[in-house]
């Protein structure tokens, strides 16, 4: 890893991490008493960690946005590496569903269809919603590169500002208050697309230490804010975890420029080489990994959560990397 890719190798690592601690820990929040230590553990760790998944859009943005390529040079690219990995590990996940539900004796080959199906269409399990997210914005990045290329960096940042008072709007909690104005083509996951970019061509190295204190304002504003809403109804309100809001699109700008300017420009350890090198396909892997090595650590959250984490990150390699020596493995790993 050399020059600005060091950073960027960083955030996917870091990226990695956080999905798994999300997953790790999300039971918690939905099973155990509200406003128990473990309760407040899972929430504090979720807190710090939504950052992960506007990474990932981000890193695309950052990379992608600067290439110069036909726009069917690029689909041929860019999906032949993720529909492969997408129908493979569909297919695993739909198996799995089946046989861990052990409900495949009992059904008919019509409702096993019609199940499979649902669940192609839809998602064979919650964490693939990913790549349904990524495959609709990379349709759209051969047009948006033409959009950047000729932004002017005031006209980026207008982008942006619209974008941000979008996640206003999406916001269920604040319908009734937002004048309802269609910013349909500003919302969503676009913006960390053009946010990772335009992070990544600017220079912010003298106001980092403010993002490191914005990103902890914005993390402790979001541990805050879903403990006073938890608490207040006694039931788990995750109304400010979701990916495409104020606090979290905060939370991702501010964490981006952090690892970007305190990333060292020095060998990196073994671990971190492998996590990025196979990143894509440890999230992929990662659930069905975690789901068997969560029950079987100590019951201490304090414990079970770091130990549950890095046993999930090296199963989770070492599952892809067998999977990479099969024939044709390298194509549908991810």
Known sequence: MEGHNIYISNLRVAATIGVILI???????????????????????????????????????????????????FYRKRLLKIVPPFLFWTLVYIIYYFWKSGTWDNLSMQQITSISWTKFRTGANAHLWYLYMIMGLYLAIPFLRKMVKHCSTRELELFLLIWFVSLFIVNKRWQDIVIRIDLTFFTNYI????????LSIQDFRKSRIWFVILWLASC???IYITHTLSVSQQKYDPSFY???????????????????????????????????????GIYLAHIIVLNYVHPELPDAIWLKVPLATIATLVGSVLLVYIIQKVPYGKYVSG
């Open 220 to 222: 402790a504003f979001t």
């Open 242 to 280: 979701g990916y495409v809001l104020p606090n979290i699109a905060v939370a991702a700008t501010a964490f981006f420029v952090c690892i970007k300017y305190f990333s060292k420009r020095v060998t990196s350890p073994l671990w971190i080489s492998l996590i990025d090198k196979y990143s894509f």
């Open 23 to 73: 997953h790790a820990t999300t039971g918690y929040l939905q099973q155990v008493p509200i406003g128990s230590f473990n309760w407040d553990y899972a929430n504090w760790m979720n807190g710090f960690t939504r950052y992960a998944v506007p990474i990932f859009v981000m890193i695309s943005g950052a990379l992608l946005l600067h290439k110069e390529e036909s726009t069917l040079d």
């Open 191 to 198: 913006g960390y697309l053009v946010l990772g970019y335009y």
